[in-house]
């Protein structure tokens, strides 16, 4: 696209979802035109960011600024290497999610269809702003805005249930980020003179370590999204969303969105070397290192199929904190790798899970056995998607596992590595046993009728393009090393040896 | 004539007011006042220019010269409150038309308007007079004909909210005299500026220290300073919902302007905050303000005294702006002057769009609103945002400045409890978005239609500035800079 310059594909990628709603509320009653313009436009999405990609390849530095609200506060854009990283991501797996809800949101007849595809392409307009920002006040204003353009697709269904799950859901996400989250960022703004993302962190030698190391816990407690306990409850209540939001949305886009953050603010603003000596960084090592093992624990004993990925969800989301809040290149590259691998395994056994539901109007794992026959392939894809979140190859989420794992032992965090090894025990023990029951039934096992068949094609579509993605990122893993290498390195990517 | 402005600003709207009475009929009425609060605004508009341009404007009336002579003294200071009271009475006036109609019988229009204009006169007298009986005056203009105001609603009720409010305005009023006599006895001068030379001399007498605590509890009886706002939760209920969205954004603001005036100008930060433990009080009220008046109002099921005890809250947040001592404390006051008037505005006359259509505010009334009426829904989703803080919006403007302030000074306590504060503001509005949203509509509500356009129009204007003075702050950050910078005696 040599007739765009990086800076318009930049903002484009940002404005285009919004243009999107336009068209998308335009054409609300003709389903096809309105999803043929959602799936358009993710393609055009799609193209924009891959053509970033390879800007930042060719080493240019490409940034935009919008407006300056406040003396100092701007809402300013720039590329680089982690936010394209993340933007890929979204741009990637938007056009497949919107294939996978065409499938599904018609096959359940759901209401409001137009109010749905218009505040999805909203949210992905705000993950586009939260990726390519370039100071803390930009992304916390696209990070406020994810939570209130994904209020409506939380309580799509509006009935109580989806009310109760809805005011959890605000209230949490809203509350840390008003009293912890800003809280830093003024806090930040007041230390350091700047929010501007500079690698190797913007506060000098003055602020002592333990106003820091305060600063930290505010940035880690208020970055809700990143879920870390007793802050993560909000997750399980979102469950109430149908389940492509629950695929893109709490399986990528907010909770990615999350760790995210966390990443920026402890290469850009604190700097990895700062995190490592701050007081009160093993404290929230060993927070995190609970709630991975704590959500594990609780997934265990979910029996929702969606309630069990969402706690799956919580104890992954973790890790990826664990691995910011080592603060060493190995960390960080596995934290960064496995927003990535997550992203894939988890969006697939959402995408099953909508596909069970569809098909078989099951929503209990203990009501799924038995069910390979019917549906062999969402099976098949559930068990991929499965391994990859346990870190088994041939499945992408090997790689990130390895790199967090080995962060563990060059730290001689002893007891995070046991957390680790015995977390991934505990997927296996609540995953695998859904596919495995599902082609190998117990005796005792109901049968289903034979009426049963597999879920709408888009839907096996979208599923089975994100199961091959696991595999894929197993196989050819090299372009996303140095994408990720690139984010400690200088702006723009190194080709070093 | 420009010479001649910022008497005009007062005369006009004095002088239409009793004009009204022989206008027939009512459409013409209102259109003449609309007319005289434009001119009034476009005053306002030519004084902030002349401010900004040459500086503080002396108009001596009937050109005896201060102190025996009456000054009108126009800084950046009042001429930015005269511009805030001028620009909303002007967007509220738009609306009152047809607000009215429904909410007061047919035959007291007229009055209404005779009351709005003597009360936009007082408002405006107090912000301009640099003479000090002269704000005691028009405070009671403005006190009287808003007691009147309150009175004209249909609801029998509010004659009893009138009463509660004229009593303890009363009392208010009689607070500020008697700390304006006997600082007139100490001093021997009624002008502002003349005060403000001579109080040093005798800022040591008990007499001096009398005179401040009796105009300070006045005046907090006024702004409705949390434990003195009994008056206010049924005043703002009750009134006719034009008259709420005007004293709710303007009046309140006029009395802030008067304790910003005499803490900063007449007695000095010197005095206000080192011999008086001024500050130990405001923090403390203004906190507790903040966090009860604002869990008030979650349990409330009558939407203006959610929007009303909100008001207490917020005028807490502007208290505690300037109470924190520093300049950029004081920017965040006069910032949030500004911001609240605007949110403020835009949420009542949105509430009003719906006591037009449905003919009542509980929370009921709202169930199922927002297929019924999407763009007065949308209005106060908005405006409830910009209530919350949320970025991009003016509300966020005022918390930024104000935690930052707070910050500055090492208070990391306070900040988590403005911070605490705004998650109530979104418990409270979350009550009305989740019955316009989610609970189907009363059975008699089936039949309720969008709210017309001379209501949608100045709530959306309201609402469209909510966001415009979120995104350009260069008008409101750049002139309450100046301003602290000016009562700090830094010069800018």
């Not at chain 1, 939260?130 to 409506?152: G, I, K, Q």
């Not at chain 1, 109007?361 to 549906?375: F, K, N, V």
């Not at chain 2, 009395?255 to 405001?282: C, K, N, T, W």
Request: hydrophobic fraction near 55%; charge should be neutral.
């Amino acid at each position: 696209m040599m007739w765009l310059s990086p800076e318009t594909m930049l903002q484009l990628s940002i404005v285009l979802p919004v243009l999107a709603t336009a068209g998308i509320i335009a054409a609300g009653s003709y389903p096809n035109i309105r999803e043929a313009i959602s799936i358009t436009a993710g393609l055009l999405l799609l193209y924009l960011v891959v053509n970033l990609y390879m800007a930042l390849d060719n080493g240019a530095i490409v940034s935009v600024l919008w407006l300056e609200p406040l003396p100092g506060l701007a809402i300013k854009f720039r590329i680089e290497a982690l936010g394209v990283m993340f933007s890929l991501i979204a741009g990637f797996l938007w056009p497949v999610t919107t294939i996978y809800s065409i499938g599904y949101m018609r096959a359940h007849n759901e209401p409001h269809q137009t109010r749905f595809y218009a505040c999805f392409a909203i949210a992905i307009t705000c993950v586009m702003g939260v990726a390519y920002a370039d100071n803390l006040f930009t992304l916390f204003v696209f990070y406020e805005f994810l939570t209130l353009s994904t209020y409506p697709l939380v309580t799509h269904a509006g009935t109580e249930k989806a009310r109760q799950g809805g005011r959890v859901y605000l209230g949490l996400l809203l509350g840390t980020s008003i009293v912890f989250f800003l809280l830093a960022i003024i806090g930040t703004w007041l230390l350091a003179g700047t929010l501007d993302f500079v690698h190797g962190g913007v506060f000098g030698n003055e602020p002592s370590s333990y106003v820091l190391g305060v600063l930290l816990v505010l940035f880690v407690f208020g970055i809700g999204k990143a879920a870390i306990m007793p802050f993560h409850r909000w997750l399980p209540a979102a469950m109430v969303a149908p389940t492509p939001v629950s695929a893109l949305l709490h399986a990528v886009a907010v909770v990615k969105a999350g760790v995210f953050t966390l990443l920026k603010v402890v290469v850009f603003i604190f700097g990895i070397d700062l995190v490592g000596i701050l007081p009160t960084t093993q404290g929230l090592l060993y927070l995190a290192g609970a709630s991975v093992l704590l959500a594990s624990l609780i997934a265990m004993r979910q029996d929702n199929l969606k309630a069990r990925l969402a706690y799956s969800t919580i104890s992954q989301l973790n890790y990826i904190t664990i691995g910011a809040l080592l603060a060493t290149g190995t960390s960080l590259t596995g934290s960064a790798m496995h927003i990535v691998m997550h992203a894939f395994g988890k969006i697939t056994l959402f995408f099953c899970a909508g596909a069970i539901l569809t098909a078989a109007h099951q929503t209990e794992i203990s009501r799924m056995q038995g069910l390979g026959r019917q549906m062999p392939i969402t099976m098949t894809a559930f068990f991929i998607g499965s391994l990859s979140i346990i870190g088994v190859p041939p499945t992408g989420g090997s790689w990130s596992k390895w790199y967090l794992m080995m962060a563990t032992l060059e730290t001689g965090q002893w007891i995070l590595m046991a957390v680790l090894m015995l977390s991934a025990l505990l997927n296996v023990a609540y995953l695998l046993p859904i596919p495995i029951r599902a082609f190998l039934p117990a005796k005792s096992a109901q049968t289903f009728s034979t009426g049963i068949k597999e879920a709408p094609l888009l839907s096996l579509i979208a599923l089975s393009i994100t199961a091959l993605g696991c595999v894929a990122l197993f196989l050819f893993p090299q372009s996303l090393h140095e994408l990720v290498n690139a984010i400690l390195n200088a702006p723009g990517l190194n080709h070093g040896p | 004539m420009l010479t001649h402005l910022p008497i005009l600003q007062v005369i006009v709207p004095l002088m239409a007011a009793p004009i009204c009475l022989m206008l027939r009929p009512v459409r013409l009425v209102w259109l003449f006042a609309l007319i005289a609060s434009a001119m009034v605004f476009l005053i306002s508009v030519a004084l902030l220019q002349q401010v900004v341009q040459s500086g503080t404007i002396i108009y001596e009336i009937g050109g005896w010269s201060a102190p025996w002579g009456i000054e009108y003294r126009i800084d950046l200071l009042n001429a930015y409150l005269l511009l805030i009271i001028s620009a909303i009475s002007t967007v509220i006036l738009l609306s009152t038309h047809t607000s009215i109609q429904s909410e007061l019988a047919a035959e007291r229009h007229t009055f209404f308007y005779v009351a709005y204009l003597l009360c936009l006169a007082g408002l405006l007298g107090i912000a301009a007079t640099g003479d000090l009986f002269n704000v005691f005056v028009f405070l009671e203009i403005s006190a009287l004909s808003s007691y009147a105001l309150i009175a004209l609603g249909n609801n029998r009720r509010a004659l009893w909210a009138s009463y509660q409010y004229l009593i303890m305005g009363t009392i208010g009023a009689t607070f500020i005299l008697i700390g304006i006599g006997l600082m007139y006895v100490m001093t021997g001068t009624l002008n502002m500026y003349d005060l403000s030379q001579r109080l040093p001399e005798v800022s040591d007498s008990r007499t001096v220290f009398t005179a401040f605590a009796f105009f300070i509890v006045g005046v907090c009886l006024k702004l409705a300073l949390f434990p003195l706002h009994m008056w206010l939760p049924n005043a703002y209920a009750y009134a006719p919902s034009a008259v709420t969205a005007l004293l709710a954004a303007t009046a309140t603001k006029v009395a802030v302007y008067i304790l910003i005036r005499f803490i900063f100008s007449v007695f000095g930060v010197e005095f206000s905050f080192s011999h008086f433990p001024l500050q130990d009080i405001f923090l403390v009220l203004s906190l507790a303000g903040i966090l009860i008046a604002s869990t008030t109002a979650i349990f409330q099921q009558n939407v203006k005294r959610i929007l009303a005890y909100s008001s207490v809250a917020q005028v807490g947040y502007m208290i505690l702006g300037f109470s924190i001592g520093n300049p950029a404390g004081l920017m965040a006051t006069l910032l949030h002057l500004f911001n609240h008037a605007l949110m403020k505005g835009a949420l009542f006359l949105a509430v009003g769009a719906v006591m037009y259509r449905v003919g009542g505010v509980q929370l009921s009334d709202f169930a199922g609103l927002g297929k019924r009426m999407p763009w007065t829904m949308a209005a106060i989703v908005i405006g409830g945002l910009s209530l919350i803080g949320v970025p991009l919006t003016v509300g966020f403007v005022s918390k930024w400045y104000l935690v930052a302030a707070v910050l500055e000074r090492g208070w990391w306590p306070v900040a988590v409890f403005i911070l605490v504060g705004s998650l109530l503001a979104v418990i409270y509005i979350w009550r009305i978005v989740e019955a316009a949203y989610f609970q189907l509509p009363a059975p008699g509500n089936a039949e309720v239609r969008e709210a017309p356009l001379s209501l949608l129009i100045p709530t959306w204007m309201l609402v469209v500035a909510n966001i415009y003075f979120g995104l350009d702050t260069r008008l409101t950050v750049g002139i309450s800079e100046s301003i602290a910078k000016m009562l700090f005696g830094v010069e800018p």
